[in-house]
């Protein structure tokens, strides 16, 4: 499978962004598909994680409340949702897929990953 991750930008804190993941090929629906960013200096971080199915959504402390994750496996498709930005968000956001289930908050369990998208939030 392959992903292009798209919808980054530049917004104010406490503003609102929404990432794309769109993804090639006819067995979209067998991976669990997360978003992970990275922050200079820093390593890669868990953000979001959606099931199979969608009907399970997965998110670090730090985002719950404000982030949503979801896909339309129809459309070969995964979003998120990013709502009341602070500047910490400020990342490169990747998405990935994993055929396992388990372990979704690790990024070791990805196999495939899209190509990056910047998201800055200004204060």
């Known amino acids: 499978v392959q992903l292009q991750a798209s919808g980054g930008g530049l917004v104010q804190a406490g503003g609102s962004l929404r990432l794309s993941c769109a993804a090639s090929?006819?067995?979209?629906?067998?991976?669990?598909i997360g978003w992970f960013h990275q922050a200079p200096g820093k390593e890669r971080e868990f953000v979001a994680a959606?099931?199979?199915?969608?009907?399970?959504?997965y998110y670090a402390d730090s985002v719950k409340g404000r982030f949503t994750i979801s896909r339309d496996n129809a459309k070969n498709t995964v979003d998120l949702q990013m709502n009341s930005l602070k500047p910490e968000d400020t990342a490169v956001y990747y998405c990935?897929?994993?055929?396992?289930?388990?372990?979704?908050?690790?990024?070791?369990?990805?196999?495939?990953w899209g190509q990056g998208t910047q998201v800055t939030v200004s204060s």
């Open positions: 990935a897929a994993a055929l396992s289930g388990e372990y979704y908050f690790r990024r070791e369990v990805y196999g495939y």
């Open positions: 090929g006819r067995t979209f629906s067998r991976y669990t």
């Open positions: 959606v099931s199979r199915s969608g009907s399970n959504t």
